[in-house]
C-alpha cells in the first residue's frame, strides 16, 4: 500500500506560483532524494512535507490520513543548520526528546527516569559517534558533528519519516562521504521513509531509492515567475539496499582519520576515480 | 609590517589604555593650577587635593545635620533605587519580551503597543509620576522602571526572534509543547540576552534616577550634586561624577562577567564587548 500520497499540491506566496500539480506516491522505507535548481520549490514541499508551511491547495496523507498542519513528532527533520540546541550539551540534548515526553510542565525528569532517559541518550551518542564529546556544547563541534549530533536526536523519537534540508551541504566532502553512510546505516536499522533535499547530484543518485527532479514546465521568458515547479523526472535507483559492503563500516570518532581502512569511502573514492 | 597587522602586547595595551586617563588627568592638574595661581579663591577647577579633602569629608566625616556619611548614604539611596527600578523593568522584559517573541498573537497584541510606549520621552511622565505617586521613593523608581522598560522589552523579543527558526521547528518535532518550547528552548537561551538588556538599560536608567533625584529627593548621588551646585562646590561635584561613572562601570563589567560564567554557552563562539 502506498505509504504517502501528494495530490496536485499547489503553493503560491502572494501571486507568484512556487509549485504546481505536485503529484506523489511514496511506498514505505523508500529514501526519496530531491534536487532542482535553487528557488524550485523542493525545500518549500519539504517543508510542507514538515507541516510548517501549508500548501496553497492539494492534500497530502501518510497512512490515508492528512498529515498534522504543524510539526509533531511523527516526522523529523534535520536541517542545514540550526539545528541542535546551542544551550545544551551533546547529552543534554540528545536527553530533550525524552524530557519533552515524560514531563509536560517541568521538561525535566528526575531520578529513575532520568536515568533511564540518559541511557538512552548515551546508547545514541555511542551510535552516532559522540561519546567522546558528551559534555561539549554544539559551538564547540565540527560541522560534521553538529550534523551527526542533529540526526540522532531527530531519531530518538523514532520518527516514521524524517526530512533532511542539505543536511549536509555545508560539510567538506570527506565528512560528507562519512555522514552519507552513518545515514544509510540508520535508515536500513530503522526502515523509515526518507526525503533528502540536495544540491549534490551525485550525492542523490548515489543514497536514493528514487530520486526526483523539481523544475519548471512551463516557461515563460517575458515573466519567469508566471509558473511554478513540479516534478519533471521521477527516477526510480538501485539505492544502498543490497549494498554489499552492508554494516561493514564502522563511524570513527575523528573525521579526519576515518579515510584509511574504511571500506565504504574506499570504494567511494574509487567511484570518483572512475571515468 | 602594516599598521593593521600590528598588535600590542599585555603590557602594552594596557599603558595605551591608561594613556587618555591619564592625558585627562594630567590636562586638568595643569589648567587647575593656572586658574589658582591667578586666583586662589577659585571654585571653578578645584585642586586634586582639595577634591580628596572634599570626598574624605562626604565619605568618612558624619554629617553635622544628619550623623551619616553622606557619600555612602547617598550611594546606597542610588543603588536602591537603581537596582528596583531595573528590577521591575527586567520582570516586565521577562514576560512581555517572551510573549511579543514567542506568540504570533501575542506580537499582534503587545508590539505596537510597546513600540508606542518606548517613543514616550519619560521625563515627560515623571510629572505625572510625581502627582500620582507622591515625591516618595515610588516615583523615582517608576521613572527608572518606566524608562528602561519598553528598550529591554523589545530587546528581548527581538532577542527570542533571533532565535532560529529552525530550532523551534525542531523542538516541535521532538514533540514540545508551546510551553515546553517556552521553558526549555527560548528561556534558557533569553537569560544572556536579559543580561545584555540590562546593562544596555542602565545606561538610561542612571540618566532617568539623577534626574528625579534632582528634582525631589532628600538623599542620593543626583541630589547631592544638584544640592552642591547653588555652592558651586566644584569639589565634591566633580568626584560624584567620577564615583557615578566608576559605579556604572563596575556594575556593567559585573554583569559582563556574571553572563560570562553563568552561560558559557553563550560566549563560545563570536566576540562580545
Known amino acids: 500500500m502506498t505509504f504517502l500520497t501528494a495530490q496536485r499540491i499547489g503553493v503560491s506566496y502572494g501571486d507568484v506560483p512556487i509549485l504546481e500539480r505536485v503529484d506523489l506516491r511514496v511506498e514505505e522505507g523508500a529514501l526519496v532524494t530531491i534536487v532542482g535548481a535553487s528557488g524550485c520549490g523542493k525545500s518549500t514541499f519539504l517543508r510542507i512535507l514538515l507541516g510548517q508551511e501549508r500548501a496553497t491547495s492539494g492534500t497530502i496523507a501518510i497512512n490515508g490520513v492528512p498529515i498534522a498542519a504543524e510539526p509533531d513528532a511523527g516526522r523529523g527533520i534535520v536541517f542545514q543548520r540550526y539545528s541542535v540546541f546551542p544551550h545544551l550539551t551533546v547529552l543534554g540534548n540528545l536527553m530533550l526528546p525524552a524530557e519533552f515526553e515524560g514531563s509536560r510542565v517541568l521538561g525535566r525528569l528526575f531520578g529513575r527516569r532520568r536515568r ?69 546505516d540508520l535508515w536500513r536499522e530503522t526502515g523509515m521513509t526518507v526525503f533528502m533535499v540536495t544540491h549534490d547530484i551525485q550525492e542523490a543518485f548515489h543514497l536514493g531509492t528514487r530520486l ?56 567511494a573514492t574509487s567511484e570518483e576515480t572512475q571515468p | 609590517m602594516r599598521l593593521i597587522n600590528r598588535y600590542p602586547s599585555r603590557a602594552m595595551r594596557a599603558a595605551l589604555g591608561a594613556l587618555p586617563f591619564a592625558g585627562l588627568l594630567g590636562a586638568y592638574a595643569v589648567a587647575s593650577a593656572i586658574r589658582l595661581a591667578e586666583n586662589p579663591r577659585d571654585k571653578l577647577l578645584p585642586s586634586l587635593s582639595a577634591m580628596g579633602q572634599a570626598m574624605y569629608q562626604m565619605g568618612f566625616v558624619p554629617d553635622r545635620r ?34 511579543i517573541g514567542i506568540l504570533p498573537i501575542g506580537r499582534a497584541l503587545f508590539s505596537p503597543f510597546v513600540a508606542a510606549f518606548s517613543l514616550i520621552p519619560p521625563i515627560t511622565i515623571l510629572p505625572i509620576l510625581f502627582i500620582v505617586l507622591g515625591l516618595g521613593e515610588a516615583a523615582k523608581i517608576g521613572l527608572v522602571a518606566i524608562g528602561t522598560a519598553p528598550l529591554m522589552i523589545r530587546s528581548l523579543a527581538q532577542g527570542v526572534l533571533d532565535i532560529p527558526r529552525e530550532e523551534i521547528v525542531k523542538a516541535e518535532t521532538l514533540g514540545a509543547s508551546t510551553w515546553q518550547i517556552a521553558t526549555r528552548v527560548v528561556f534558557p537561551q533569553l537569560w ?64 559582563a562577567g556574571m553572563s560570562r560564567r553563568l552561560f558559557a554557552w553563550a560566549h563560545l563562539s563570536g566576540e562580545a564587548l
Open chain 1, 116 to 184: 533511564a532517559a540518559r541511557e538512552a541518550a548515551e546508547a545514541m551518542m555511542d551510535k552516532i559517534g559522540l561519546d567522546h564529546a558528551r559534555d561539549r556544547y554544539p559551538a564547540q563541534l565540527s560541522g560534521g558533528m553538529q550534523q551527526r549530533l542533529a540526526i540522532g536526536q531527530a531519531l530518538l523519537k523514532r520518527p516514521r519519516v524524517l526530512l533532511l534540508d542539505e543536511p549536509f551541504g555545508a560539510l567538506d566532502p570527506g565528512t560528507r562521504r562519512d555522514m552519507q553512510a552513518m545515514l544509510i
Open chain 1, 212 to 267: 526526483l527532479v523539481f523544475d519548471k514546465i512551463r516557461h515563460d521568458p517575458q515573466f519567469p515567475a508566471a509558473y511554478g515547479a513540479t516534478i519533471t523526472y521521477d527516477i526510480p535507483l538501485r539505492g544502498q539496499h543490497m549494498s554489499p559492503d552492508a554494516g561493514a563500516f564502522r563511524l570513527d570518532a575523528e573525521p579526519a582519520v576515518t579515510n584509511a581502512g574504511n571500506p565504504f569511502l574506499s570504494r
Open chain 2, 66 to 99: 544628619t550623623g551619616d556619611l553622606l557619600l555612602w548614604s547617598d550611594t546606597f539611596a542610588s543603588l536602591e533605587r537603581l537596582a528596583i527600578g531595573i528590577a521591575i523593568a527586567a520582570s516586565l522584559a521577562i514576560v512581555f519580551g517572551a510573549i
Open chain 2, 192 to 255: 544572556p540576552k536579559l543580561i545584555t538588556a540590562i546593562r544596555l538599560g542602565l545606561v538610561p536608567a542612571w540618566i532617568f534616577l539623577i534626574s528625579a533625584e534632582a528634582i525631589a529627593a532628600t538623599e542620593g548621588l543626583g541630589y547631592r550634586i544638584f544640592l552642591v551646585r547653588r555652592y558651586l562646590a566644584m569639589d565634591v561635584i566633580l568626584p560624584y561624577v567620577v564615583w557615578i561613572t566608576l559605579l556604572a562601570y563596575l556594575i556593567d563589567r559585573l554583569l
